[in-house]
Structure formats: structure tokens, C-alpha cells
């Protein structure tokens, strides 16, 4: 323990413990595994192996939303023939118990995404009021453009000519415009009509536009309660509204307020794994999401005094870096390096070099608290909804109005805890070179027209066919699945094709791990038409689009791709696929239903607790393409996974008459000259 310099304390040996190589494919990981096998500390990799999921929970089909319950409703071996006549206490149907159990996966994920979206307006909004000093408006450009798409005033007349309105005057305005949208009685997201006009309009027909953000998570809970909906379309239908309240608002009210605060992103090289960690700097790793907390961790660790105060104290330097989105909202906008994945949390701290671990919300393990027992970590929660249990957590509650102190205080705690480390340190020496910082605006920048400013030359390439498509590729690691595979085969599947892909969250992270950011390694894993695209403009063929919250910019890109023309007028009808090939957040289950609600067909790796009712599947899978042009779907195995994106993409591309320009585009010179003659 802390006290006992020097020892690492050795937990109780379990017997049962997990194979390395299968519970990940990246080494760093293997390594970091082997070696808290060897210090006796059991991590979530150990504990996968040892506690099987629930045979009926991963059905969908347990309902414990009353006390006459839980009412448990598997699947029979071999299926139901005939009329389904499982049934809970109070009747309850397969299909609605699992609807039930969607439907509050969903309103969780989009009160986890709205929540941080609320707290980044909250802070937004003191900055704008000048009540703090460290948060300050960064993007003044952005500020503008935001402001009209809400609606407030740019300009001002005076005596008969236009000026440009006070940017302070803007910024209260557009805060207090914001954080409506969490709560206004009446009408309905604002940046709902940032969609294609068809799709709103769409939206609109159905009856499934949002009215405010907190409204439609609440409704699902009403709605899920004991006796009230029974008819699972009906369900859906209100999940519709709570995640597209989600991606098309909570989530893109934090992108944007997030980039107007602390800088829209543009690309920029850093590097990830663990091996990132330093022996001899104090190494701090901040986790969890909401950027209003590491954007002053970063801040201050930068500052001289605190870098001079780490040399005092024996240290060489401050290294921060960062673990799950938390990572990459300051990767995006500052290039410090992830440290890791989900899955790689309690990696860190095993490591012996992990000062103090930050962490705010979500995503964060309770074991972690377990873990940093046996080393010298400092584990500081900072959120007031986000404490922990055990006593080694140290809570130092972070405040916008008093920010640089707090993490002024932190960040001098994990230098002063440099000095505590034992002997047992082991850093896995494994990382990789990455380009990440890629948005709507950059993408614009490398692959638009200059003389357009628009999608133009992507939708170009997408047409003549040397990209075939483009796939946003998102999400977690799960501990069912071996870390990183099913995401790396994914990806490098699709690219192999000349799939363009677009990626967020931890998901990103293992790309970056895998070395798939670099502009170099489309030489080496994308196809022929993808790889000449990447080569002329200088990308990677895959792009490193932010955090979890930011798949509203996938959103918006494929947007943009309408927009420029040339591809259909809805998301619906250009060649445009989503996966989340390890997911296990709720958050996820969100994101899910708004890409598919957007237009898009959405396939997850790992299990989804549909299966159990198969009806209720059958809709989410097939019913919904006829509604929304895009559906869910689940395919386990991973190239297969890849290759239903393909045909989907394939199936658009034919739709709009753009298969055949593929086929020429990708004969060889020699067929080439042999057409022209
Ligand atoms: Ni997304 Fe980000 Fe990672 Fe999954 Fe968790 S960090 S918000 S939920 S685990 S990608």
C-alpha cells in the first residue's frame, strides 16, 4: 500500500485466471495482464472469465421492473413454435419486456451523453457571464455559426447600418438559447433541422421529433414503468425520440459548446498505448468524459511552475495522458496521448507508474479503487454525482468557478506522490505513432473544394468509385470479446474494401493502438481506389473523429454528403454503413437507434439483448429499414460484420446507379487502354 513504500501488496491468488493472448491481441495489454497475474491483482479480464453473464439477462427477456418479479422469460431450447405464450405475472409479453429493457438501456445512454452536454453548457454559460476566469470562449468563429443555427442575432443595426453584434452579448445568448433545450415547454430541438430536409420532414411525418431533451428520457421511464406501454412499436417509437434527442441534440450541443470553449480540432500527431507512460515523469492519467475537468488538468501540468515544481521533487516532467473519451477530447484538441482503452484501465495503475488517476464520469471501473490499493495511485473522483465507495478514494470536487485551483491542487498531489512510488514499476514499451483531430470542418478541408466549400471531392471519389463508402466505426471494448479484435478486423476489412472509415470513443483509440491513423497506413491496408484518395490528400483511411459525443459530427458529415449532391437527398440513400464491433455501454444502445433513425444501417458486434424476443428483434432488424431506410443488426463473427456493411454499402451504390463507375475505376491500366481502343 501507499504507506509501505517499496511493496506492492499481493492480493489473494484466484485460481481461475484469464489466458492473455485471448483476452487481447494488442501486446501491451498481454504484457500488462501477465504482470498483474504476477502481483496476484485480479482485473476485469480475470473476472470475465470466472462470472458468466446471466442466460436470461443477455435475452432481453428478465423483467424486474416491479416487485412481483423479476420474471424471467428464456427462449425455450429449440425456439417457439406456434404462438408465443410466455408471459410475466402481470402478462407481459417477451416483446415487451425486452422493448422495456431497450427502451431504458436507451434512456440512460442519452441522459449520460445529454447529462455532460448539460454540464459543458452549465460551464459555457459561466464563461459567457465572465463568472470564471479559467474558462474562456476559444473559437469566436464557431461562436458565430452556432449562434445562427440557434436562432440568436449576429448582427445589430444601428442608424441604419448592420454591425456585428458584441460576441459577449452572443455567447449569453447562445447559453441561455442551449440550455432551453434541455427543458422548454414547447416546440421541438432546434438542431433537429440541421438533418436533410428530407429526413426532418420525415421525422415530422412519424410523429418522433424531440420536444426537449430531459422530456423524452423521462417519457421512456414513465413508459416502462409497471402497466403502462405494452406494445413494443410504440416503445421504439418513443426510443426514436429520446436518441435522436441525443445525437441531434445533447450530444451535439456538447461537441459544439465543447469546441467553442476549448477549440474545434484539426489534425494533429500523437501516439497511444500505454507505453506512453513515463518512468521518470510523474504520470498522470485523467479518465472519464466531460473535458470541462482535463482541459484545466492539461492547462496547469503545462504551466511551468508545475513542470519546475516535478523537477524539484525528482521528476523529469509532468506526463498526462488520458483513458477512454476523456482521452479523446484532450488527444482532439491538445495531442496528449491516450493511454488506453476502456478495457485498459486498471492497466495503468498497474503499471506502479500512475501518480493519480482523474476521474469525472462515466465509464470509470469500481475496481479501479481495488486496484490503485495495492500501489501508490492516487484515485481522485471529482464529480459530485460520480463518488466511490472505498476508502483510498480521495474526492476533490471539481468547481468551474474555482477550476485552476482544483486542478492545481490535483496535479500537485500526484507530484508529490512521485516520491511514494515502490520499486515494482513495469511500463509496457509499446506505442504507436497517430494523426487524429479530424472533424467536420477538416474533413471539409482535405477532401471538399476549395472553389465549392463542401463535400464536393469526397462525393466525387465516392461516385467515380475509388471510395466505395464510408463507415462510422464506434464504441467500447467488452470484456466477452478478446480486446481490440473484433474492431481491428472490422476496420481493416472495410478499408481492404475501400470503405473510407470514420471513428470515435475507444474505438478510435484502438486504432490509433494499431496504427491505423497514420496517412502511411493506407499504403498498407487500404484498397487500391481508397489508398489513392488517402495518398493524393495526405490522410489516413481511417479518421479519428473525437469522443463518444462527437458521433454527432458523423451526423453531420454524412450531412454534408447530402448536401453536396450528387448522392441521394437523404442519409438514407448514399452509401454510408455503422458498426460498434465491441460495444457494451448503454450509451451505445443510443447511438445505435439515432444512426438508424438518421438513415443509417447500424450492425453491433457482441451480443444485444434482443434475442429472446425474437419479434421484437425482427423489427428492430428488418421492420425498421421500411420506416427509417436504415435498421439495426448483430453479427458476432467479424469479417462477416464487415462484409454485410459492404453489401449494404454495394446495395446503395446500385440504388443510385454508381455501381457500375466502381467496376471501371478499379480495372487494371491494362483493361483500361484495352476499353479505350
Ligand atoms: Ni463511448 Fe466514451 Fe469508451 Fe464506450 Fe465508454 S469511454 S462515451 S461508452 S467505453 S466508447
Known amino acids: ?117 448539460r454540464a459543458v453548457a452549465e460551464v459555457f454559460m459561466s464563461a459567457a457571464k465572465k463568472e470564471t476566469d479559467a474558462y474562456k470562449i476559444k473559437d469566436t468563429v464557431k461562436l458565430v455559426a452556432v449562434a445562427k443555427e440557434l436562432g440568436v442575432a449576429t448582427t445589430v443595426e444601428v442608424d441604419g447600418e448592420v454591425l456585428d453584434r458584441d460576441l459577449d452579448e452572443i455567447a449569453v445568448e447562445v447559453g441561455e438559447v442551449a440550455l432551453n433545450e434541455w427543458g422548454k415547454p414547447e416546440g421541438e430541438l432546434i438542431y433537429l433541422k440541421r438533418a436533410p430536409k428530407a429526413r426532418y420532414e420525415l421525422w415530422k411525418k412519424l410523429g418522433v421529433l424531440p420536444r426537449n431533451i430531459d422530456r423524452e428520457i423521462v417519457e421512456i421511464m414513465h413508459r416502462t414503468h409497471m402497466g403502462v406501454d405494452q406494445d413494443y412499436k410504440n416503445l421504439v417509437k418513443q426510443c426514436t425520440r429520446a436518441s435522436l434527442a441525443d445525437g441531434w441534440g445533447g450530444s451535439m450541443l456538447a461537441t459544439d459548446l465543447q469546441d467553442i470553449l476549448f477549440g474545434t480540432p484539426s489534425p494533429l500527431q500523437s501516439e497511444a498505448n500505454l507505453g506512453i507512460m513515463k518512468e521518470d515523469h510523474v504520470n498522470i492519467i485523467v479518465h472519464g468524459h466531460e473535458p470541462v475537468l482535463s482541459e484545466m488538468i492539461v492547462a496547469v501540468a503545462d504551466s511551468q511552475e508545475m513542470v519546475d515544481y516535478a523537477k524539484e521533487k525528482g521528476a523529469k516532467g509532468i506526463q498526462l495522458g488520458g483513458i477512454c473519451c476523456t482521452a479523446n477530447e484532450i488527444l482532439q484538441r491538445h495531442g496528449v496521448p491516450p493511454a488506453g482503452n476502456f478495457l485498459q484501465q486498471e492497466l495503468a495503475i498497474i503499471t506502479g507508474a500512475c501518480d493519480a488517476m482523474v476521474v469525472d464520469v462515466q465509464c470509470v471501473m469500481q475496481n479501479l479503487a481495488n486496484v490503485a490499493k495495492c500501489f501508490h495511485t492516487k484515485l481522485i473522483t471529482t464529480h459530485p454525482i460520480a463518488k466511490m465507495e472505498q476508502d483510498n478514494v480521495i474526492h476533490i470536487e471539481f468547481d468551474e468557478h474555482h477550476a485552476l485551483e482544483d486542478a492545481k491542487r490535483i496535479v500537485k498531489m500526484a507530484i508529490d506522490n512521485f516520491a511514494n512510488r515502490g520499486a ?97 497506413s493506407a499504403a498498407v491496408y487500404a484498397g487500391p481506389g481508397l489508398a489513392e484518395v488517402c495518398e493524393t490528400v495526405g490522410i489516413a483511411p481511417v479518421l479519428h473523429l473525437g469522443s463518444c459525443v462527437d458521433n454527432s459530427r458523423i451526423l453531420l458529415a454524412a450531412t454534408e454528403v447530402v448536401k453536396a449532391g450528387g448522392l441521394g437527398n437523404d442519409i438514407s440513400e448514399w452509401p454510408v454503413a455503422g458498426s460498434a464491433p465491441e460495444w457494451m455501454s448503454e450509451k451505445a444502445i443510443s447511438i445505435g437507434q439515432y444512426f438508424v433513425t438518421s438513415g443509417v444501417y447500424t450492425v453491433f458486434g457482441g451480443l444485444l439483448q434482443t434475442t429472446g424476443a425474437p419479434v421484437f428483434q425482427k423489427y428492430l432488424f428488418e421492420e425498421l429499414e421500411k420506416i427509417y431506410g436504415g435498421m439495426w443488426d448483430m453479427v458476432v463473427d467479424p469479417v462477416e460484420h464487415a462484409h454485410k456493411m459492404i453489401a449494404h454499402i454495394d446495395k446503395k451504390r446500385k440504388e443510385l446507379g454508381i455501381d457500375k463507375a466502381r467496376e471501371r475505376v478499379l480495372m487494371d491500366m491494362a483493361s483500361r487502354q484495352a476499353l479505350d481502343v
Do not use: W
Request: charged share 20%; with cysteine.
Open 1 to 117: 500500500m501507499a504507506e509501505e513504500k517499496g511493496k506492492v501488496v499481493k492480493l489473494e491468488k484466484k485460481k481461475k485466471v484469464v489466458d492473455p493472448v485471448e483476452a487481447s491481441i494488442d501486446i501491451a495489454t498481454q504484457e500488462m495482464i501477465v504482470r498483474s497475474q504476477e502481483l496476484g491483482i485480479e482485473t476485469v479480464f480475470d473476472r470475465a472469465l470466472s462470472m458468466k453473464p446471466c442466460n436470461i439477462g443477455i435475452q432481453g427477456t428478465c423483467c424486474k421492473n416491479c416487485a412481483m418479479g423479476p420474471c424471467r422469460l428464456p427462449l425455450p431450447k429449440g425456439g417457439i413454435e406456434g404462438e408465443d405464450e410466455r408471459k410475466g405475472l402481470c402478462g407481459a409479453t417477451a416483446n415487451t419486456i425486452a422493448a422495456r429493457n431497450f427502451a431504458r438501456m436507451v434512456a440512460a445512454g442519452a441522459a449520460a451523453h445529454s447529462d455532460h452536454g
Open 424 to 520: 515494482e514499476v513495469m511500463i509496457p514499451q509499446y506505442k504507436s505513432p497517430l494523426v487524429a483531430g479530424f472533424g467536420v470542418e477538416s474533413i471539409q478541408y482535405h477532401l471538399g473544394g476549395s472553389f465549392r466549400g463542401s463535400y464536393y471531392t469526397l462525393n466525387d471519389n465516392i461516385i467515380n468509385g475509388r471510395i466505395r463508402g464510408v463507415a462510422g466505426v464506434v464504441g467500447c471494448n467488452n470484456a466477452r470479446q478478446q480486446h481490440n479484435n473484433a474492431t481491428l478486423t472490422i476496420i481493416k476489412e472495410l478499408i481492404k474494401n475501400d470503405v473510407l472509415v470514420l471513428t470515435t470513443g475507444c474505438n478510435a483509440i484502438t486504432c490509433g493502438m494499431h496504427g491505423l491513423l497514420t496517412p502511411e
